[in-house]
């Protein structure tokens, strides 16, 4: 066996020297002649079926290797099931708009001056047809192609696909679907949603501690409609699950969950999901405009640990791997677009698309810029949805995208070598995964997650190049510009929603601005913030479902602040509701400097609205290190409004309170603490006062004008 496969290697020693690979940019390798010494080359221009655009004057048969060469124009216009071997496009490959058409290949590469067009902005793919590329389940020629690039669509030119609008890609329900029910009301009509059309719902329950994890078991629904009738869904089989709304403080219904739409009548596909999966992968200077396509069972890298092929310096075979990372669904690698950027303003295009089911990451954009995503729904992926995957990326917009159903491999992956010794990046199972700060984040909603609704927490970069320009090509030096990331800011973080079996609505390491975030029913925290130094967070929902916190262990907070020392954090107009804290943030107990330059800050609290059974519970820093008789950081409440949370059972370590400084601290550390600074209690001017750790609290207190039952140690001023 061992001389077996030791004769392999050495075969595929000997082969490479002959494949004659492409040497691209960011590809190990290099790329494959998938398609080397065609059967069929076309002639003319013409249509696919006329014998007379071919050189063999046959139309291209099973197992044909075809060439469309410069200058040509040919009209895919079949629908056989007939195999063709592996397709290379220099020339213009487009499919018929009018009729409904199948491609099955082995491979289609798209050279740097070739063209596959599945419909135009101009001219989509008619709504009464289809147009659908298979990719054959055919095991990989590790002699061709040892680094498994091929068996999928590759791109170095340009691609348009462009299927019939589907518009809303997915919508919001006006009522709340339970078990049993065979019908759907939206809040807006959906026309151009058909019978037959696949959509997805998803679990929306806040997950108690042991249903977390292993212990998961989904909730989430894919169903068939049976008839559309404007708002109204007809399905064709009844809901299994409730599939409930957030709930105010006092029971209110106050939020509905989406429901996704994933059916197109574009389509790229696998044939054979449990075999050879396809994929996609745009890579150098591609044109990429894809508009409601579905990929369905597309990608072939799983989640965990990756094992690639390897090449020396000189680009020759060393080892070969079995789980290559970078075959993803849809992957932009190093595509740094077009040198003339397209109409539209944007170096690629992802709009309105569909991704179903993939084993690992769905959307991956790895080193491309001033893109477009939006409108897109990404189901059933692992690891994370959406991606940026390696910090890099800049000016990339994602709008208005619907992720829903991404797992992880328990709170973090295995240890896969991606990133050293650390944790897997983007492997914790997030709807939206964004490696570094440089892009537009809005509208977007992210449900059922394993971990984040929204991981924008990976870690230190450092120095990171990025595009000096639009269409700048940033493996040259001189076309980049360094930024660094530890001062960086998240360029837009606003209208975004993540709720449903989720863990984190957003979690967030970067500086920057939260907007309008909106969070429910999350079992850990609405936002997991470790900034670098300065965060502000504006007009924040949170709603957490208050039957959860039956005891101690369920202590989801609305927004959670690590390291309170050394950061500065204003969070504005917060309502949170129904948590077991509002809002809290530890001082971990030790000798704890503030960095330099960055210790002299605050924590503020200003307009809220809290409805939980603790408002505001913030460990601060010990007197002793205050500089000049002044704190090394104050913390302060202003102008916000406390309410209790009725019917929560009381817990036996910490009493409901307002504002606290005992929530969960160690009884042994009585050091004195600098005091929480209250203005306009409850937004009544002139009420201000001090709430100290409450292991100093004083015995008896001096009378005040309000009753403050429910603050925890504090002191009229």
């Known amino acids: 066996m061992k001389y077996t496969i030791a004769l392999l290697f050495t075969a595929l020693l000997m082969a490479q020297d002959h494949n004659h690979a492409r040497m691209i940019h960011g590809v190990p390798g290099g790329v494959p002649d998938f398609c080397a010494h065609p059967t069929v080359t076309s002639a003319a221009s013409g249509a696919w079926s006329d014998a007379a655009t071919w050189s063999t004057k046959k139309v291209p048969g099973a197992d044909d290797r075809v060439s469309i060469g410069a200058g040509h124009s040919v009209v895919y216009d079949m629908s056989s099931a007939v195999k063709i071997g592996c397709i290379d496009l220099h020339g213009q490959l487009s499919f018929a708009t009018g009729s409904s058409t199948l491609l099955k290949t082995n491979n289609l590469m798209v050279e740097d001056d070739g063209y596959l067009e599945i419909g135009s902005v101009a001219k989509p793919i008619a709504a009464n047809v289809t147009a659908e590329v298979v990719i054959a389940d055919q095991k990989i020629d590790r002699t061709l192609d040892p680094a498994e690039l091929g068996a999928g669509i590759e791109s170095l030119g340009k691609i348009s696909m462009h299927g019939a609008v589907k518009e809303p890609t997915f919508a919001r329900l006006e009522a709340e679907p339970l078990a049993g029910q065979t019908s759907l009301t939206l809040e807006q009509p959906v026309a151009s949603w058909k019978a037959g059309d696949r959509i997805v719902i998803p679990d929306t329950r806040q997950l108690r501690d042991n249903q977390r994890g292993e212990n998961y078991q989904p909730q989430d629904e894919k169903l068939e409609i049976a008839a559309v009738n404007g708002k109204q869904i007809t399905l064709t089989s009844p809901l299994k699950f409730d599939h409930k709304g957030a709930r105010t403080g006092d029971d209110k219904l106050e939020?509905?969950?989406?429901?996704?739409?994933?059916?197109?009548?574009?389509?790229?596909?696998?044939?054979?999901?449990?075999?050879?999966?396809?994929?996609?992968?745009?890579?150098?200077?591609?044109?990429?405009?894809?508009?409601?396509?579905?990929?369905?069972?597309?990608?072939?890298?799983?989640?965990?640990?990756?094992?690639?092929?390897?090449?020396?310096?000189?680009?020759?075979?060393?080892?070969?791997?079995?789980?290559?990372?970078?075959?993803?669904?849809?992957?932009?690698?190093?595509?740094?677009?077009?040198?003339?950027?397209?109409?539209?303003?944007?170096?690629?295009?992802?709009?309105?698309?569909?991704?179903?089911?993939?084993?690992?990451?769905?959307?991956?954009?790895?080193?491309?810029?001033?893109?477009?995503?939006?409108?897109?729904?990404?189901?059933?992926?692992?690891?994370?949805?959406?991606?940026?995957?390696?910090?890099?990326?800049?000016?990339?917009?994602?709008?208005?995208?619907?992720?829903?159903?991404?797992?992880?491999?328990?709170?973090?992956?295995?240890?896969?070598?991606?990133?050293?010794?650390?944790?897997?990046?983007?492997?914790?199972?997030?709807?939206?995964?964004?490696?570094?700060?440089?892009?537009?984040?809005?509208?977007?909603?992210?449900?059922?997650?394993?971990?984040?609704?929204?991981?924008?927490?990976?870690?230190?970069?450092?120095?990171?190049?990025?595009?000096?320009?639009?269409?700048?090509?940033?493996?040259?030096?001189?076309?980049?510009?360094?930024?660094?990331?530890?001062?960086?800011?998240?360029?837009?973080?606003?209208?975004?929603?993540?709720?449903?079996?989720?863990?984190?609505?957003?979690?967030?390491?970067?500086?920057?601005?939260?907007?309008?975030?909106?969070?429910?029913?999350?079992?850990?925290?609405?936002?997991?913030?470790?900034?670098?130094?300065?965060?502000?967070?504006?007009?924040?929902?949170?709603?957490?479902?208050?039957?959860?916190?039956?005891?101690?262990?369920?202590?989801?907070?609305?927004?959670?602040?690590?390291?309170?020392?050394?950061?500065?954090?204003?969070?504005?107009?917060?309502?949170?509701?129904?948590?077991?804290?509002?809002?809290?943030?530890?001082?971990?107990?030790?000798?704890?400097?503030?960095?330099?330059?960055?210790?002299?800050?605050?924590?503020?609290?200003?307009?809220?609205?809290?409805?939980?059974?603790?408002?505001?519970?913030?460990?601060?820093?010990?007197?002793?290190?205050?500089?000049?008789?002044?704190?090394?950081?104050?913390?302060?409440?202003?102008?916000?409004?406390?309410?209790?949370?009725?019917?929560?059972?009381?817990?036996?370590?910490?009493?409901?309170?307002?504002?606290?400084?005992?929530?969960?601290?160690?009884?042994?550390?009585?050091?004195?603490?600098?005091?929480?600074?209250?203005?306009?209690?409850n937004k009544k001017a002139g009420d201000d006062f001090k709430v100290y750790y409450s292991l100093e609290a004083p015995s008896t207190v001096a009378p005040c004008n309000e009753n403050r039952a429910g603050l925890d140690g504090w002191v009229c001023k």
């Open 255 to 681: 939020f509905l969950p989406h429901i996704g739409n994933l059916t197109r009548n574009v389509v790229v596909r696998s044939e054979n999901p449990a075999g050879t999966r396809g994929h996609m992968i745009f890579m150098s200077r591609s044109g990429i405009d894809l508009r409601y396509v579905e990929v369905r069972e597309m990608g072939r890298t799983k989640l965990g640990v990756l094992d690639n092929t390897e090449f020396d310096d000189s680009g020759k075979l060393k080892k070969l791997g079995s789980n290559q990372i970078g075959r993803y669904a849809i992957h932009f690698h190093h595509d740094f677009g077009p040198k003339q950027t397209p109409a539209n303003g944007y170096q690629f295009t992802l709009v309105g698309n569909a991704v179903d089911s993939a084993p690992k990451w769905g959307v991956t954009v790895h080193n491309s810029h001033y893109g477009l995503v939006q409108d897109n729904v990404v189901y059933n992926t692992h690891g994370a949805g959406i991606v940026t995957e390696d910090g890099t990326e800049s000016y990339n917009v994602f709008d208005h995208n619907f992720a829903m159903r991404s797992g992880g491999s328990g709170d973090f992956a295995p240890r896969s070598g991606y990133s050293g010794a650390g944790n897997d990046p983007g492997g914790e199972g997030a709807g939206f995964w964004f490696r570094g700060p440089n892009n537009y984040i809005r509208n977007n909603v992210a449900a059922n997650a394993d971990t984040f609704g929204f991981g924008l927490a990976a870690g230190a970069l450092g120095d990171v190049h990025i595009p000096a320009f639009k269409g700048a090509d940033t493996s040259i030096d001189k076309e980049t510009k360094l930024i660094d990331t530890t001062d960086a800011v998240v360029l837009e973080f606003t209208g975004n929603e993540a709720y449903g079996a989720i863990q984190t609505g957003v979690a967030l390491g970067w500086n920057g601005s939260i907007t309008n975030f909106r969070a429910w029913n999350p079992s850990r925290h609405g936002i997991t913030a470790t900034p670098t130094d300065k965060l502000t967070v504006e007009n924040l929902t949170v709603r957490g479902d208050k039957s959860v916190l039956v005891n101690d262990f369920e202590s989801p907070a609305g927004v959670w602040v690590g390291n309170y020392l050394s950061k500065s954090v204003a969070i504005h107009n917060a309502n949170v509701q129904g948590m077991r804290i509002g809002v809290t943030s530890p001082f971990f107990r030790g000798d704890q400097k503030p960095e330099p330059g960055r210790g002299d800050g605050s924590m503020t609290i200003d307009g809220g609205y809290f409805r939980d059974y603790l408002g505001v519970v913030v460990g601060t820093a010990y007197r002793s290190s205050s500089v000049n008789d002044k704190p090394v950081k104050t913390a302060v409440v202003r102008n916000s409004v406390f309410e209790p949370l009725a019917n929560v059972a009381v817990s036996t370590v910490n009493p409901p309170a307002a504002v606290s400084m005992n929530y969960r601290m160690a009884p042994g550390d009585s050091a004195p603490r600098d005091p929480i600074f209250v203005y306009g209690f």
